[in-house]
């Protein structure tokens, strides 16, 4: 069974060292948050693995790793600077700021209703009800103050002022110099560094359609209000392929890595049956989207959100960083030669006519990947000696720690010295992270690896070493044989040193 609610994840990752508050001893910075030591063990191997899917086991792949800040005529031309924004309103009272739609959502339900009666809308269609607040900038201010919404921080009625849009993008200057000529932005997605790679790209591999690019990087949001944990952040990280095809096979295309996505969630412990799939309405879709499927993941607490978008994106990207800004309708510009200098064009495979290819993009947010994953992982069990233990059952290619060796005698040389042999063996496997651990108390050890599920203990103890200990004679059956613990099952087999990393390694490879 998945995590009950949020606040048991929060409280696991902070801890047993997944995640801080970022800036924490300064009182924090709302909106980032930092990875600890398992956190970024566990990030890693989520982002290893989609690497490994979506790049090595495909041979129509490519992968990159663009800049974050951008040429702000990218994000002009890609249609962010004009439209990437959020709704946005203020209370008068409590000088708070709030994301119109996530107000309103907040509400009582007889509140919303009379928002809607105000303004001429029904509750049944709510993205229709954002769209006329923020259509209606005076009506919609007038209804949120007589409908009696409250704030959600004071929890009084407001005093609302006119909703207005919040561009989301982290603006920043380059160089020494702050003239309008120096601006960039922060990436808001990390697709815009692939479209302004596809030639490159194309000419470094020649490759012909179809093919995709993928990368994973970090992305910045200047989120109204970040919440719910690492579920909305400021700075997040995206795993993003854009796949480019022959425009007519789009839809084929579309809905082959749909089910690719599918596949690649339920291999990492998130079922399909946990996750709903909103083919996102024509009022809703991104500027940029023809259609887009969302994956919806249960998340504790807050229910039914988006884990990630599959999104048909036509030719709008490619399109629009081909076109001059006077095609595009942009005002002047603020450099004199702001236009691409790029034809983002490529052969159409049968014709050889230089086509636009149409893209598909698989786009999921890392941080909401790591959540989905703890929550499916989160178990909570009541062991048959009637103790409760919390156990995470990731995925052991998941894992942040993949073993534990434990001595159980931490002044015992003998001993100890064939637990760190141990450990040095197993860690040149190379399967990731194998922990030597001498914290002394064996108990407390299996607990903490339960809970940050490391999925075998290895305990060399004094038969190990052909010792006697603890009032009897050492076996000689056990002499140069050490226990396995399994973290699922709790069953405790001896195996003999000489055959361990072949038995590890048959049980933590990759093999999905
Ligand atoms: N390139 C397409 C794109 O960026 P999106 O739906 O805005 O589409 C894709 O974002 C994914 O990125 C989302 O499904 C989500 O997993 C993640 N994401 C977006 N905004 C986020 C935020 N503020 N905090 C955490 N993850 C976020």
């Known amino acids: 069974m998945p995590a009950q609610n949020m606040e048991e994840l929060v409280s696991l990752c902070k801890r047993r060292g997944f995640i801080f508050q970022g800036s924490e001893i300064y009182g924090g910075l709302q909106g980032f948050y930092d ?300 450099s004199e030669n702001s236009d691409s200098i790029a034809k983002l064009t490529i052969p159409h495979p049968e014709t050889n006519k230089p086509v636009v290819p149409f893209i598909i993009e698989p786009s999921a947010g890392v941080d909401r990947a790591l959540l989905a994953v703890m929550s499916e992982a989160f178990t909570r069990e009541t062991l048959a000696n009637g103790s409760e233990r919390i156990v995470l059952r990731l995925r052991p290619h998941l894992a942040p720690i993949k073993v534990a060796v434990i001595p159980l005698a931490r002044n015992r040389e003998e001993i100890t010295s064939v637990a760190k042999a141990i450990k040095a063996e197993l860690q040149a496997l190379g399967l990731g992270r194998v922990l030597y651990e001498d914290s002394g108390n064996i108990g407390k050890a299996y607990r903490r690896h339960d809970e940050v599920g490391t999925p075998f203990c290895v305990t060399a103890d004094f038969d190990t070493v052909g010792l006697g200990g603890e009032g009897k004679e050492s076996d000689p059956a056990l002499l140069n044989t050490v226990t396995v613990r399994d973290r699922d099952t709790l069953q405790q087999v001896r195996v003999p040193i000489s055959e361990l990393s072949a038995w590890i390694r048959s049980r933590l490879v990759y093999s999905v």
């Open 35 to 334: 990875y600890g030591p398992l956190g970024v063990e566990l990030k890693n191997n989520i982002k290893a693995a989609w690497w490994r899917a979506n790049v090595y086991e495909r041979d129509d792949m490519e992968g990159l790793d663009a800049s974050i800040i951008m040429h702000r005529d990218v994000l002009r031309h890609s249609g962010h600077e004009a439209t990437f924004s959020d709704p946005m309103v203020d209370n008068k009272k409590s000088k708070k700021r709030y994301r119109l739609d996530h107000l309103v959502k907040e509400q009582k339900t007889d509140v919303q209703a009379k928002v809607a009666e105000a303004m001429g809308q029904s509750l049944d269609n709510f993205p229709a009800l954002v769209q006329s607040l923020v259509q209606n900038p005076a009506l919609a201010s007038a209804a949120l103050i007589a409908s009696g919404v409250r704030d959600s921080f004071s929890g009084e009625v407001g005093d609302w002022t006119e909703p207005k849009p919040f561009n989301m993008m982290f603006k920043t200057t380059i160089g020494p110099t702050a003239d309008e000529d120096s601006y960039g932005y922060l990436r808001p997605e990390t697709a815009q560094g692939i479209f302004v790679n596809f030639k490159n790209v194309v000419d470094a591999t020649s490759r012909r359609l179809p093919f995709g690019i993928a990368q994973i990087g970090k992305a910045f949001r200047n989120e109204i209000t970040p919440r719910n944990f690492i579920f909305r952040v400021r700075e997040l990280e995206q795993m993003e392929i854009e796949f480019f095809c022959v425009p007519g096979t789009d839809e084929d295309w579309h809905a082959h890595w749909l089910e690719k996505r599918l596949a690649w969630w339920e291999a990492q412990g998130v079922p399909r049956s946990r996750i709903e799939i909103l083919d996102v309405p024509p009022e809703d879709l991104a500027h940029y989207s023809k259609r887009t499927y969302d994956l919806m993941y249960d998340y504790p607490t807050l229910g039914f959100e988006e884990i990630e978008g599959v999104a048909n994106r036509s030719d709008y990207d490619l399109g629009s960083h081909t076109k001059s800004q006077s095609e595009l309708g942009l005002v002047a510009s603020v």
